[in-house]
């Protein structure tokens, strides 16, 4: 069956443009997860759904990051005045479920030039 | 705050060799451990896992053991392939309040020779 999809798979953005990354995840999961993950570092929590209601956001680096799940499917995880320290790689998961088996997508690698 | 903390890579090694990854972590409580991997172009896949001490988890001839009194929770396998040439990340979780989000360690990347 489909994985967790995300897009674009790159993005890239000059200094000051707003973003915006969309994750799908598998069908019927409850859990959505946000993640960052710099250069040859592992991946950060951003922000935590359990269907439309974001429960933990305590990872959003600034108030230029913004998450929603308005739905309890699709999530967007948008970036307002991106600066260069944003350039990463952003990672959705999703699960059944808290505490069951987390699914990643591949996740969208973000330049900001 | 919660912590990991991987050996250093990368790791190369030849076919057949075995393999360790050293993981330790700084934790209060009791927290799941997990072993998560991911291949050239692919997303992050859960390797294996532990919840409690002295639980071993394995997958795919992977193993580790939650190793409470040394805080450690080191991947081995007895017989690399080129095929488990990936970066490899420790993760733990404390699950509070229903959200499992997962604290990783930096990774380390392997290579296998043939």
């Known amino acids: 069956g489909a994985g967790v999809s995300q897009s674009p798979r790159y993005k890239v953005a000059k200094r000051g443009q707003d973003v915006a990354l969309r994750c799908d995840p598998i069908?019927?999961?409850?859990?959505l997860f946000w993640y960052q993950q710099a250069l040859g570092q592992g991946p950060e929590f951003l922000t935590y759904f359990q269907n439309e209601a974001q429960l933990d956001k305590s990872g959003l680096p600034s108030d230029r990051f913004f998450a929603e799940r308005p739905e309890g499917s699709v999530s967007t995880l948008k970036i307002q005045r991106t600066q260069q320290e944003d350039s990463a790689v952003y990672l959705c998961?999703?699960?059944?479920?808290?505490?069951?088996?987390?699914?990643f997508g591949s996740g969208t690698q973000l330049s900001v030039l | 705050g919660d912590s990991v903390t991987q050996m250093e890579g990368p790791v190369t090694l030849s076919e057949e060799a075995f393999l360790t990854i050293n993981c330790t972590y700084t934790?209060?409580?009791?927290?799941?451990l997990f072993w998560y991997v991911q291949y050239p172009g692919e997303g992050l896949q859960l390797l294996l896992k532990a919840t409690k001490a002295d639980d071993k988890g394995s997958n795919k001839g992977f193993e580790a053991t939650y190793r409470k009194e040394t805080t450690s929770f080191h991947l081995e396998k007895g017989s690399v392939q080129v095929s488990d040439s990936a970066v490899y990340f420790c993760?733990?979780?404390?699950?509070?309040?229903?959200?499992?989000?997962?604290?990783f360690g930096k990774g380390t990347k392997l290579t296998v020779n043939p």
């Open positions: 998961a999703s699960s059944k479920r808290s505490s069951e088996k987390l699914f």
């Open positions: 069908s019927g999961h409850v859990s």
């Open positions: 934790a209060t409580g009791y927290p799941s």
């Open positions: 993760a733990l979780t404390k699950g509070q309040g229903g959200s499992e989000k997962l604290v």
